[in-house]
């Protein structure tokens, strides 16, 4: 990334959490994957993968609603399993997907890292390993959604409870005591977001910036996606609320303070200097650090059903499963393999990408 900030910079799971949104929209169509209740992202947020996916491996367009519906705890059965397509920086093994990896339901790209989410609940991570952030822990099962951040990663389990590992100095891998009833998660760089059924939102982890002092009174929030030193938060409405760091850089990008009159809104993805979001025509906005192009929405980033804000670049996943990619390019981040059609879900890392193709 050409202005790779630290070693825990953060780019989470967005796609993931804007699928949930989207899904959500469908009225839980898909989750977030973070959890696909739809479940999931993650789908989350990430990451939440979409079970608006159709069998055939084209995903579903968005659906206008008055309200965005609060997800609920993802059915990972429900959603398409596929193999993972990995492209971009590979200096740390993290575009090297392990051989024979099949049967994936959702993926989160870390800063230097990868994780996927298996039809059964399982795990698997690979790529960076400095604080343990792939060492899933043993006998981890029942996960329904993942989030990978900087150095640390997040698993929402089916009974609402969330595990994490890998690096805890601020504490963003230890849950607050108490924490149950989560529908969606994200990890930022070292800071971590939960979504909770009654549509509330917990955070916790480093809070340098604000980027866990979420709102008093913020509520029927549909989606959260953690950025770099900053959080989002989507409402039923369709508004999205941020907090938390407004200069992530040496000149002020705003990433923090949310373009005037957006609204319509289906899902969200915050990355580590800009932030990108769906509105419910398919259309794409960004804003925030535009060093490389990645604000500069191409005009064929339409029909749109989830995005996913890298390090200096940008994802988009149509409707057919193709993807949109703009913005740096220095590690071939944005270059999109031939071979990726019928994408059901994707998620960008601080150099690198990630994506399910369908089965």
């Not at 389990?157 to 994490?164: E, L, M, R």
């Not at 990890?187 to 480093?206: M, N, P, R």
């Not at 200069?247 to 993805?269: C, E, F, M, Q, R």
């Not at 220095?330 to 059609?341: G, H, I, K, S």
Request: glycine share 12%; net charge negative; with cysteine.
């Amino acid at each position: 990334m050409a202005t790779h900030r630290d070693a825990t910079a953060t780019f989470c799971a967005a796609a993931l959490v804007a699928l949930l949104a989207i899904s959500s929209a469908s009225c839980n169509a898909s989750g977030h994957s973070q959890a696909p209740a739809v479940s999931s992202s993650s789908q989350t947020a990430s990451s939440a993968s979409s079970s608006a996916t159709q069998a055939s491996g084209s995903v579903a367009t968005p659906t206008m609603s008055a309200s965005l519906q609060i997800p609920t705890i993802p059915n990972i059965a429900s959603m398409p399993s596929g193999k993972v397509i990995a492209w971009g920086d590979n200096s740390q093994g993290q575009a090297s997907v392990p051989a024979g990896l099949t049967g994936v339901v959702a993926v989160s790209a870390g800063d230097q890292f990868s994780l996927a989410l298996k039809s059964k609940g399982t795990v698997v991570g690979w790529g960076s390993d400095d604080s343990g952030q792939i060492d899933v822990p043993a006998g981890l099962t029942g996960v329904v959604a993942i989030s990978g951040g900087g150095a640390h990663s997040l698993a929402l389990k089916s009974d609402g409870t969330v595990v994490g590992w890998g690096d805890d100095t601020l504490g963003q891998v230890t849950p607050p005591a108490g924490l149950s009833n989560v529908v969606a998660i994200s990890a930022a760089g070292q800071h971590s977001l939960a979504l909770e059924s009654d549509g509330t939102v917990v955070a916790w982890g480093g809070n340098a910036n604000g980027e866990s002092d979420v709102p008093p009174g913020l509520s029927n929030v549909v989606a959260v996606s953690a950025g770099y030193d900053f959080s989002l938060a989507l409402k039923s409405d369709g508004t999205v609320v941020a907090w938390g760091d407004k200069y992530p850089t040496d000149v002020p990008t705003g990433v923090a303070v949310v373009p005037a009159d957006l609204s319509g809104v289906k899902a969200i993805s915050a990355g580590y200097t800009h932030n990108l979001v769906v509105k419910s025509a398919g259309s794409v906005v960004g804003w925030g650090a535009d060093e490389s192009g990645e604000t500069d929405v191409p005009n064929a980033a339409s029909g749109v059903v989830a995005v996913a804000s890298g390090g200096n670049f940008s994802l988009a996943l149509k409707s057919d499963g193709t993807i949109v990619a703009w913005g740096a390019n220095d590690q071939n981040q944005a270059a999109v393999p031939a071979q990726t059609v019928g994408v059901v879900a994707i998620d960008a890392g601080a150099t690198h990408a990630l994506a399910i193709v369908g089965q």
